[in-house]
């Protein structure tokens, strides 16, 4: 499978405690995107990098989110203290030059 | 601001009958229109889009998306539907010129086809 993959799947964990998800995009993809989508909700737009570059964030992400895509490929989304309102699925996506974004199956993080 | 409306939460549909998933949008400029698919614990997938040229737009799975510029719409639109086109639909923008990152979605249709 050459699709957007994201691990882990599921994720649970104890409030005040610290998460960290990853995400490899299509390989040949130099654009990638992180989402948060609550239920009932469509997704919510995070950051954006282009390689290794970090070109947008949205104020979604407050200062305990961090995110880091170090080589230009795969990239991590960390977030720290975590509190009951991050649960929710996290979505990653990438894209080439064309302006579709395709998606992977997402984390869900519970905050309990 | 950038924004997209769904407003319908659910649309009900018989097997074998058209459907339409409506969309409006606010832009500025010259929007790049997406629509998306969502299966029960799956992530997005991608169905068709809009950029320039044709309004009318041919995606995956026989859907197909008329773009209106003076309506500001982009409905989402088949001939026959599955039961299997069950799910839950997402329309999105981006601005022309804007950011690569910014997709804004709409809340979502929740399409059931029923046999």
């Known amino acids: 499978d050459t699709g957007v993959s994201q691990d882990p799947r599921h994720k649970i964990t104890k409030r005040g405690q610290n998460v960290t998800f990853r995400c490899d995009p299509i390989?040949?993809?130099?654009?990638l995107y992180w989402y948060r989508q609550t239920l009932g909700q469509g997704p919510e737009f995070l950051t954006y990098f282009q390689n290794e570059a970090q070109l947008e964030k949205s104020r979604l992400l407050s200062d305990r989110f961090s995110a880091e895509r170090p080589k230009g490929s795969f990239s991590t989304l960390e977030i720290q203290r975590t509190e009951q309102g991050d649960s929710a699925m996290y979505l990653c996506?990438?894209?080439?030059?064309?302006?579709?974004?395709?998606f992977g199956q997402g984390t869900r993080l519970t905050v309990v | 601001a950038q924004s997209v409306a769904q407003p319908e939460d659910q649309v009900n549909v018989a097997e074998g009958n058209p459907l339409t998933v409506k969309c409006t949008y606010s832009v500025s400029g010259n929007p790049y229109l997406f629509w998306y698919v969502q299966y029960p614990n799956r992530g997005l997938q991608f169905l068709l889009k809009y950029i320039t040229g044709d309004n009318l737009v041919k995606g995956s799975y026989g859907f197909e998306a008329e773009f209106n510029k003076s309506q500001t719409s982009f409905h989402l639109k088949k001939p026959s539907a599955l039961v299997s086109d069950s799910a839950l639909y997402f329309c999105?923008?981006?601005?022309?010129?804007?950011?690569?990152?910014?997709?804004?979605f709409g809340k979502g249709t929740k399409l059931s086809v029923k046999p």
């Open positions: 999105a923008v981006r601005g022309y010129g804007g950011s690569q990152g910014n997709l804004i």
């Open positions: 996506a990438s894209s080439s030059a064309l302006p579709e974004a395709f």
């Open positions: 390989s040949e993809h130099n654009r």
